[in-house]
């Protein structure tokens, strides 16, 4: 099983439309959780980070479920400049090295 | 203020020759990742320094690959006889050392894109 999990998509939407994605990590020692946004030829950026009370940040809300060991984005009223691919990120407790899975491509269409 | 730098942006060489990539990390950050994405993949971690030393070079797909870091600051992965699957984007990221132990947000850098003929 692999570290770090997500659906590849691509999730096609309609403008205006709210997405959700998750994604699944194996190691329940895992401490720190992030979603990263990859543009096209471009590299990673933070979105945000996930806290286990869950956060939100305008249209983007994360969550973190503990217990069934996965992370979720739902991002409401896509807009077309939301088209990325976003990669979960996790990251163990004292241990630098973080694993990213293989994003989840987001196409939103006029 | 200045972000994560790396040269060069592209490379294309022959197959068999040795490469050098180069990181400039954010002024500060002792925390240094190297990763490679393949087109189409996710990220693939290859090492991970904090200041000059390596504590994980797991991700090294083979002894062809090497990385250092002097000063704390400047990091060179190095390729030697490269192949043709080591074609791929070559990503690096620095980050504060958090008290805690550790690490803070990464930011990367704009990759060097390798193509090995």
């Known amino acids: 099983r692999k570290e770090v999990e997500q659906d590849p998509g691509p999730f096609n939407v309609p403008e205006g439309a709210t997405v959700a994605f998750n994604c699944t990590y194996s190691n329940s020692a895992s401490q720190s959780f992030f979603w990263y946004r990859q543009d096209c030829r471009k590299e990673p950026k933070l979105l945000m980070s996930?806290?286990?009370s869950g956060n939100e940040d305008g249209r983007f809300t994360a969550q973190l479920n503990r217990a069934s060991q996965y992370i979720s984005l739902l991002i409401r009223d896509s807009k077309l400049s939301d088209s990325a691919t976003y990669l979960c990120v996790v990251r163990g407790r004292g241990y630098q090295k973080v694993t990213f899975g293989i994003g989840t491509k987001l196409q939103v269409i006029p | 203020g200045a972000g994560v730098s790396q040269s060069p942006s592209n490379k294309v060489t022959e197959k068999g020759k040795d490469v050098e990539l180069r990181c400039d990390p954010i002024s500060g950050h002792t925390a240094l990742y190297w990763y490679r994405q393949s087109l189409g993949q996710g990220l693939e971690f290859l090492i991970y320094?904090?200041?000059?030393?390596?504590?994980?070079k797991s991700g090294l797909p083979s002894d062809r690959f090497s990385a250092e870091r002097t000063g704390g600051s400047v990091s060179t992965l190095t390729i030697q006889r490269t192949q043709q699957e080591d074609s791929a984007v070559y990503l690096c990221?620095?980050?504060?050392?958090?008290?805690?132990?550790?690490?803070?947000?990464?930011?990367f850098g704009p990759g060097t894109r390798l193509t090995v003929l």
């Open positions: 996930v806290y286990s």
């Open positions: 320094f904090q200041g000059n030393s390596a504590p994980d």
């Open positions: 990221a620095s980050s504060l050392a958090l008290p805690s132990g550790g690490t803070d947000t990464q930011y």
